[in-house]
């Protein structure tokens, strides 16, 4: 084999084991939490099946590679669940490292697309970065609502803090904005949630 295939086949291995990085949020019947493998194959799938939402000049290609390489930092740096403020306070620094190990396995011309593309969406400056991040939100937000809110009610979130989590939902894809209003509006009826500004 070339370097090159050994290269490649090592990434691939490494990126297996994203199966093993579980997330807060539930799979869709609230029997297990889902991993960042199964989160990044949903987003990619809610990206193409919700791509008529998308802005024009979106390039669902360009998305579809940002779903699958957003989350490999997580590999080395694990989940960072956006409920959880202390986390956050390192996450930056730990998913550069992070990156910096996991793209470097690759050949240099490859590792280099893939590196810029996982900066692309995590930056959410351009088109394709925006719908990519609001395909993001709305995967964990349909399971999180299919699970009575389990995320939201385990940080304690208000709808006000939900709202935040999921404004790139209404910037790129204003259409699908209302499953948010309406999911929103539910729990808080059944007293899931509790209304509240930031």
């Known amino acids: 084999m070339t370097d090159k295939l050994k290269n490649q086949l090592a990434f691939l291995y490494e990126a297996d084991k994203m199966k093993n990085i579980f997330r807060q949020t539930l799979v869709g019947d609230g029997t297990r939490q889902e991993n ?66 996991m793209f470097a396995m690759l ?34 937000a349909m399971l999180i609502y299919k699970s009575d809110g389990y995320t939201w009610r385990k940080g304690n979130w208000t709808t006000a803090e939900v709202i935040k989590r999921q404004y790139p939902v209404k910037t790129a894809m204003p259409e699908v904005w209302e499953f948010i209003e309406n999911a929103l509006d539910d729990l808080v009826k059944r007293g899931i949630l509790e209304e509240g500004r930031i």
Not at 78 to 84: C, N, S
Request: hydrophobic letters at 40%; one cysteine or more; a negative charge.
């Open 36 to 101: 960042d493998a199964e989160h990044s194959w949903h987003m990619a799938l809610t990206a193409m099946t919700l791509f008529d939402y998308a802005e024009p000049g979106v390039d669902l290609f360009r998305v579809l590679k940002m779903c699958l390489v957003h989350d490999l930092v997580e590999v080395y740096a694990g989940d960072t669940p956006a409920i959880d403020n202390e986390a956050a306070k390192s996450k930056e620094m730990r998913e550069k490292a992070a990156a910096d190990k």
């Open 107 to 140: 050949p240099p011309e490859q590792g280099a697309e893939y590196r810029s593309l996982w900066e692309e969406f995590d930056a959410e400056e351009t088109k394709d970065a925006g719908f990519a991040a609001a395909c993001d939100r709305f995967q964990s």
